[in-house]
Nanobody, 112 residues
Framework: QVHLVESGGGLVQAGGSLRLSCTLS????????VQWYRQTLEKERDFVAH????????FYPRSGEGRFIVSRDAALNTVYLQMNNLRPEDTALYYC?????RGQGTQVTVSS
């Protein structure tokens, strides 16, 4: 089965940018799409972005403001989440998911 590992989180000032990575290994042949979610202790998880593996078609929540962009490098088995103009309310644990399998997540903290 597929295994996912996120990286790239950290502390950034408001207005800054980060690029998260989600590296897949194991049963990647069965992956049809990868999603990014974020979660805090106070809220249920939020859907952030979706990318279809075979052709890179992307989907975002209706509330999306274009600050986050998902992409993938199939040769590297990696999905990226470019996050721009970050706000303190973007602070959360970000994780990727394929099917019902998710990674451990990477923490993003945005200071005001």
């Amino acid at each position: 089965q597929v295994h996912l590992v996120e990286s790239g989180g950290g502390l950034v000032q408001a207005g800054g940018s980060l690029r998260l990575s989600c590296t897949l290994s194991g049963g990647t042949a069965d992956v049809t799409s990868v999603q990014w979610y974020r979660q805090t202790l106070e809220k249920e998880r939020d859907f952030v972005a979706h990318i279809r593996w075979k052709d890179g078609v992307t989907f975002y929540p209706r509330s999306g403001e274009g600050r986050f962009i998902v992409s993938r490098d199939a040769a590297l088995n990696t999905v990226y989440l470019q996050m721009n103009n970050l706000r303190p309310e973007d602070t959360a644990l970000y994780y990727c998911e394929a099917g019902h399998i998710r990674g451990q997540g990477t923490q993003v903290t945005v200071s005001s």
